[in-house]
């Protein structure tokens, strides 16, 4: 007889092992790092652009474009055309060579986890640095193949001299983009302002005195271009050696991984300001008025906070900028009606401003009525007008009546100033 079948229970098979996050190589770990820096650039721009519309726009365009390029070929070139200077092709090409950045594919995490697998880095930074020397590459032949027609049809440039120089922008572009990263990654402040200037300024002037010089001369560009090249390898060895400028690196490829963001909210948000510890101009809270009554203490709290914010120097320098080409252009008969009217959009902008001042939280805290906040915006929105009306009056002056103008004319400008600003914001500051 049988006995009892025993059933056997079966051993559950082994966990399935996700190897998703594991990385066996640092040239997988290179290739995951672009593919997925390409994927994060292609998915902001789906964020503002739908791809069908896109489509419409990108293909028509595309055929436009090429049917003008084919005629500059096949057709007799724009009168414009003939008429612009040689130096002027190299210097838009130089403006392309001095743009753009250097990507390491650095993370913030690299600091706990890879910093101290050199290799791994020196992998990730090889494959970063030629991969953004080819998009400097195709971004600089695509504006030269765009010159191209220009060169051979307007200038008579020879194709071989055409042909050097491609090499000697692509050299010179290279060459740039590694010092001025080297420049970026180790110093802050004026003195980075202060090293591009043999970084990237000094160079980039170079190429383009050699290309006017040497335009007809190929041998000399292959020449140039070769110089440039061992630049650039020569920055890439420092590149790879340096060492302390982890921070550095990983701030920098953060901005270039933002850059498109960047440039898609630069219309929708301001630009977040650097923290300072000290105010570049009265870095010593300094008075500006005689000590009297305590409403001059409110005028100048007013003035220096427009004057250190950048947002508000900038506008009301670039203000002036534009009124005194308004100025110089105008007939001179309405000369001095111009600047009326420009004060007084000038003096509502400086009382919007004072307004918007008084509204925020701190300003409830001061122990000031409204009489004594509407006689320091007066002061406040007089003595931030002075220097505007004093420069817009200097070139009218000058232009209506020669350098005498000035000694007759200037004070009336400073009247001006008074009399509108004053009576602008006296109006519209309650009392």
């Given at each position: 007889?049988?006995?009892?079948?025993?059933t056997v229970p079966k051993e559950p098979?082994?966990?399935?092992?996700?190897?998703?996050?594991?990385?066996?190589?640092?040239?997988?770990?290179?290739?995951?790092?672009?593919?997925?820096?390409?994927?994060?650039?292609?998915?902001?721009?789906?964020?503002?652009?739908?791809?069908?519309?896109?489509?419409?726009?990108?293909?028509?365009?595309?055929?436009?474009?090429?049917?003008?390029?084919?005629?500059?070929?096949?057709?007799?070139?724009?009168?414009?055309?003939?008429?612009?200077?040689?130096?002027l092709l190299p210097g838009i090409l130089?403006?392309?060579?001095?743009?753009?950045?250097?990507?390491?594919?650095?993370?913030?995490?690299?600091?706990?986890?890879?910093?101290?697998?050199?290799?791994?880095?020196?992998?990730?930074?090889?494959?970063?640095?030629?991969?953004?020397?080819?998009?400097?590459?195709?971004?600089?032949?695509?504006?030269?193949?765009?010159?191209?027609?220009?060169?051979?049809?307007?200038?008579?440039?020879?194709?071989?001299?055409?042909?050097?120089?491609?090499?000697?922008?692509?050299?010179?572009?290279?060459?740039?983009?590694?010092?001025?990263?080297?420049?970026?990654?180790?110093?802050?402040?004026?003195?980075?302002?202060?090293?591009?200037?043999?970084?990237?300024?000094?160079?980039?002037?170079?190429?383009?005195?050699?290309?006017?010089?040497?335009?007809?001369?190929?041998?000399?560009?292959?020449?140039?271009?070769?110089?440039?090249?061992?630049?650039?390898?020569?920055?890439?060895?420092?590149?790879?050696?340096?060492?302390?400028?982890?921070?550095?690196?990983?701030?920098?490829?953060?901005?270039?991984?933002?850059?498109?963001?960047?440039?898609?909210?630069?219309?929708?948000?301001?630009?977040?300001?650097?923290?300072?510890?000290?105010?570049?101009?009265?870095?010593?809270?300094?008075?500006?008025?005689?000590?009297?009554?305590?409403?001059?203490?409110?005028?100048?709290?007013?003035?220096?906070?427009?004057?250190?914010?950048?947002?508000?120097?900038?506008?009301?320098?670039?203000?002036?900028?534009?009124?005194?080409?308004?100025?110089?252009?105008?007939?001179?008969?309405?000369?001095?009606?111009?600047?009326?009217?420009?004060?007084?959009?000038?003096?509502?902008?400086?009382?919007?401003?004072?307004?918007?001042?008084?509204?925020?939280?701190?300003?409830?805290?001061?122990?000031?009525?409204?009489?004594?906040?509407?006689?320091?915006?007066?002061?406040?929105?007089?003595?931030?007008?002075?220097?505007?009306?004093?420069?817009?009056?200097?070139?009218?002056?000058?232009?209506?009546?020669?350098?005498?103008?000035?000694?007759?004319?200037?004070?009336?400008?400073?009247?001006?100033?008074?009399?509108?600003?004053?009576?602008?914001?006296?109006?519209?500051?309650?009392?």
């Amino acid at each position: 007889m049988r006995g009892p079948t025993v059933t056997v229970p079966k051993e559950p098979a082994p966990a399935r092992r996700r190897d998703g996050y594991r990385t066996g190589s640092p040239g997988r770990l290179l290739r995951r790092r672009l593919t997925g820096h390409i994927r994060e650039q292609l998915g902001m721009i789906r964020t503002v652009a739908d791809w069908t519309v896109m489509l419409y726009l990108i293909i028509p365009g595309l055929l436009l474009g090429g049917r003008y390029y084919y005629g500059y070929w096949q057709e007799p070139l724009p009168g414009w055309s003939l008429n612009l200077p040689l130096a002027l092709l190299p210097g838009i090409l130089a403006l392309g060579i001095v743009s753009g950045g250097l990507l390491l594919l650095l993370h913030e995490g690299d600091l706990l986890f890879l910093r101290q697998q050199q290799r791994w880095v020196r992998t990730l930074m090889l494959g970063g640095t030629a991969y953004s020397l080819l998009l400097t590459a195709l971004k600089l032949l695509a504006v030269w193949g765009v010159m191209l027609p220009f060169l051979i049809r307007g200038y008579a440039v020879s194709w071989p001299s055409a042909l050097a120089l491609a090499a000697l922008t692509l050299a010179c572009g290279w060459c740039v983009k590694l010092l001025r990263h080297l420049v970026l990654v180790q110093r802050q402040g004026w003195r980075r302002w202060l090293w591009l200037i043999p970084a990237a300024g000094v160079p980039a002037g170079l190429y383009v005195r050699a290309v006017s010089a040497w335009m007809q001369t190929p041998a000399l560009l292959w020449l140039a271009a070769a110089v440039y090249l061992a630049g650039a390898a020569l920055a890439l060895r420092t590149r790879l050696s340096l060492r302390g400028s982890f921070t550095g690196d990983v701030r920098e490829d953060f901005k270039q991984r933002m850059r498109i963001a960047a440039f898609l909210l630069s219309g929708v948000i301001d630009k977040p300001r650097p923290t300072r510890y000290r105010p570049w101009i009265f870095r010593k809270s300094q008075t500006l008025l005689a000590t009297a009554p305590a409403e001059k203490r409110l005028t100048e709290a007013g003035i220096k906070a427009l004057v250190r914010h950048t947002g508000h120097l900038k506008l009301y320098l670039q203000f002036l900028g534009v009124s005194l080409a308004a100025i110089f252009i105008v007939p001179y008969g309405f000369k001095w009606l111009v600047i009326g009217v420009l004060l007084a959009m000038l003096s509502f902008w400086l009382v919007s401003f004072w307004k918007s001042l008084m509204g925020e939280e701190f300003a409830a805290l001061l122990p000031f009525s409204k009489e004594q906040r509407a006689v320091a915006g007066t002061r406040a929105v007089l003595l931030l007008s002075l220097p505007y009306s004093a420069l817009t009056s200097l070139l009218a002056a000058v232009q209506l009546y020669g350098w005498w103008g000035i000694v007759f004319f200037l004070p009336a400008g400073f009247g001006l100033s008074w009399v509108l600003a004053g009576m602008f914001a006296g109006m519209r500051l309650e009392r």
